[in-house]
């Protein structure tokens, strides 16, 4: 069986400990760096060399997207999974572009994190079957192609994803967390976080912010009401 030589990077602590600790349990698998943030994954990379480095999408100060664009330049490039919270198809679609061999969710069993591994450092991708259906619904309708106009200013300008620009619409609309947790058939909690998302990339601290801003902003109103 390989020796498989892994990179963890998560910013949560005990979140990160609790994966090492699951990987480390299996045969054939060393956690030989840790980084909390996607400035020390790339350092913990350069420095020790791994087979794999297993991301966190967001992270402080340096993403695990923007990561693993950096790392996928470098000669020696490890191969990435990204392990995420997100199931939305842009941030799906935005891994593959920045080079991530595979993308699951956090709540996948420790089965197929393991499958995953082993078939990424073969060489292979792998992506879960929600993931897969994602990607798969994203390129049969036609929305890999990036949105024309106003869309395609206001998506690249601020990053928002297709689930988080679903939740602004709604947060525009005066409707509230738990409404829109059931409406998606989401956790409040992970409501509250895409809030939270939503609110620092548009650089707005309250509802009352974020509606001037959209009159300040024509192409910003037009992008959440085309959602």
């Known amino acids: 069986m390989d020796h498989i030589r892994i990179v963890l990077a998560e910013d949560h602590l005990i979140v990160r400990k609790g994966i090492k ?4 349990d299996e045969t054939g698998l060393e956690v030989v760096g840790e980084a ?13 060399q791994p087979d794999l480095l297993i991301a966190d999408i967001r992270m402080p100060e340096m993403s695990g997207l923007e990561a693993t664009q950096v790392l996928a330049t470098k000669e020696k490039a490890p191969h990435v999974l990204i392990l995420s919270m997100h199931d939305d198809e842009d941030y799906i679609l935005q891994s593959v572009e920045a080079g991530a061999s595979g993308y699951l969710l956090k709540d996948t069993s420790k089965e197929e994190l393991l499958k995953a591994i082993r078939i990424i450092n073969q060489g ?14 994203r390129y049969l309708s036609g929305r890999d192609k990036r949105t024309r106009g106003a869309d395609s200013v206001v998506a690249n300008s601020y990053n928002i994803t297709k689930r988080e620009r679903q939740i602004l619409a709604m947060i525009a609309d005066g409707v509230g967390n738990k409404e829109i ?10 409501v509250e976080t895409h809030r939270f998302n939503i609110m620092k990339k548009l650089r ?4 009352v912010e ?5 009159e300040e902003e024509p192409a910003l109103k037009q992008f959440i009401q085309n959602r």
């Open 204 to 207: 707005v601290n309250n509802i």
């Open 36 to 48: 909390s943030n996607g400035i020390e994954a790339i350092e913990a990379v350069e420095n020790m």
């Open 21 to 24: 600790n699951l990987l480390e």
């Open 124 to 137: 292979g991708k792998y992506f879960s079957g929600d993931v897969s259906n994602a990607l798969v619904n």
């Open 181 to 190: 947790a059931e409406q998606l058939g989401k956790s409040v909690r992970t």
């Open 210 to 214: 974020l509606l001037k801003k959209m």
